[in-house]
């Protein structure tokens, strides 16, 4: 029993100096100091505490909101519901809704109270007010925009450049708020803040999800909407394959680091087919009927002198973007790890392009900035070029990236530059230099590290992946520098 009870105590101990000498180490050989550095929110905890901030970077729900979008406000915003339910030009039994009559803004005026928040402590309706305050916005500012359009054919004219203060003052509160702008943006207003699922148990799949919002009420308008979300259905397990390649370039770890890499792959191959479904749930005949509701007042000849937030901001005039696909943290973040945003040049396209990260939640900007800066750290680059195979999978996961922005430049010339002749997107960028620029750079860096891969030291079964993925890029690119040499001449830019 003596032997017994100190075999019983030696082992206790032993557990004990081993846990010690474990943990101390895992402080002398850290597994992912730098790759560890941004907290992933993984429990159910932290996205359903009401308070916790509506964007969390997870693993879970990717980009998209800790939650599903709230469609029923509290009572007392009633009055929200019922401007939102009659604004669109086709109301749901086809008659006209107040878009379509010219009478919107004027309803607002003479309906819409000057409404508080007080009380209110879910992060979750806070969102979906803000959500209907940025629709009710832009549509009371880019009415008169729809009505020129649809009498001229192409001439947005002017929008109104007062938006008042039972619009403004609100609006402004929830955006100081939630950390946001006080404009209709892309993840909090009309596309990843504006869906619900039919079964609540399954994903968002387009047959599952419908729109919550809309200014036209169109099939095309909502199917719009629903391809965004789709594509980022797939945001979390391209964070977590991503946040996995960082960690495993800094720890050295060749074959988990390429086994992310084609995670990464995997995942960026099933956003493009979502995005491919673009052209068969929105039909191009259409999207110019709901654009103008997305235009921004920056760098557009509808706001020549801004807009005055009555109530807001020492009454400046202000200019915000438009909403905007760029938006959209997806690229943006595949980007930042392979670190192809280090070789975007220095230009006024790349400015606008940093500009644009500053219309999402704050949570998708702080995180971008941490990948960018820590893949730059890691060099995540450097270690690729170790390595062969490694090399090759780092381009592939670029390839598709590449895929992503030609299937977005084809679907500005087939939606927009074959439809209209106006000059500037929604953000107000170029419509014909500014997504070339980011689309070249992807295939300066294909072909950058392509020539530096020995495929004679590649496995034979992947040695033609090499010649595919670089005969993509040379391809892409003679074709879009044709491509946009027709453009500028139609355009004059």
């Not at 209110?120 to 549509?139: G, H, K, Q």
């Not at 191009?284 to 103008?292: G, K, L, S, V």
């Not at 760029?326 to 392979?338: E, G």
Request: proline fraction near 4%.
């Amino acid at each position: 029993m003596m032997m017994s009870l100190f075999t019983n105590t030696l082992k206790k101990n032993f557990k004990k100096v081993n846990y010690k000498f474990t943990v101390q180490l895992k402080k002398q050989f850290s597994s992912g100091q730098k790759a560890d550095g941004y907290k992933l929110s993984t429990t159910e905890q932290e996205h359903n505490d009401p308070k916790a901030y509506p964007f969390l970077i997870s693993t879970k729900t990717g980009f998209l909101t800790r939650a599903e979008s709230v469609t029923k406000l509290p009572e007392k915003f009633n009055i929200i519901e019922s401007l939102l339910q009659r604004m669109p030009y086709y109301l749901p039994d086809g008659s006209p809704g107040l878009l379509q009559k010219g009478t919107f803004g004027a309803t607002c005026d003479k309906e819409l109270p000057h409404l508080d928040f007080d009380g209110i402590d879910d992060t979750m309706v806070l969102l979906a007010l803000y959500r209907e305050y940025s629709f009710i916005c832009n549509a009371y500012l880019l009415e008169p925009c729809h009505l020129s359009w649809l009498k001229t054919g192409d001439d947005y004219g002017l929008g109104r450049d007062i938006l008042p203060k039972n619009i403004s003052v609100p609006y402004l509160k929830l955006a100081q708020k939630l950390g946001l702008k006080t404009y209709l943006e892309y993840n909090t207003g009309y596309g990843l803040n504006n869906f619900t699922r039919k079964d609540k148990s399954k994903t968002a799949t387009l047959e599952n999800i419908d729109a919550i919002r809309w200014f036209i009420g169109t099939e095309s308008e909502k199917g719009f909407v629903k391809v965004h979300v789709t594509i980022n259905e797939h945001g979390g397990n391209l964070i977590k394959s991503g946040v996995d390649v960082l960690k495993h370039a800094e720890n050295n770890r060749r074959e988990d680091f390429n086994n992310s890499l084609d995670e990464m792959k995997t995942t960026l191959m099933y956003m493009n087919y979502e995005l491919d479904r673009m052209f068969v749930e929105s039909s191009p005949n259409d999207y110019n009927t709901f654009r103008t509701f997305i235009m921004g007042i920056y760098n557009q000849p509808m706001f020549p002198k801004g807009v005055v937030y009555d109530g807001c901001y020492d009454n400046k005039p202000q200019f915000f973007r438009g909403e905007t696909g760029a938006n959209d943290s997806i690229i943006p973040f595949a980007d930042n790890i392979l670190e192809i945003t280090g070789m975007l040049p220095e230009n006024i396209l790349t400015e606008a392009l940093r500009d644009f990260r500053t219309y999402r939640p704050k949570s998708h900007s702080e995180f971008l900035q941490w990948t960018e800066d820590t893949a730059k750290d890691i060099g995540v680059q450097a270690f690729a070029r170790k390595d062969n195979v490694s090399l090759l999978k780092l381009i592939e996961v670029a390839d598709q990236v590449r895929q992503f922005r030609h299937c977005h430049w084809v679907l500005t010339n087939v939606y927009i530059m074959n439809k209209s002749t106006h000059p500037l997107a929604t953000g107000g960028s170029p419509i014909v230099l500014w997504l070339p620029n980011q689309l070249l750079t992807v295939v300066k860096y294909i072909k950058a590290n392509g020539a530096l891969i020995d495929t004679n030291k590649l496995p034979e079964h992947i040695r033609n992946t090499h010649r595919i993925v670089m005969n993509r890029a040379h391809t892409d690119e003679t074709n879009i520098v044709n491509q946009v040499k027709a453009r500028r001449q139609q355009y004059k830019q």
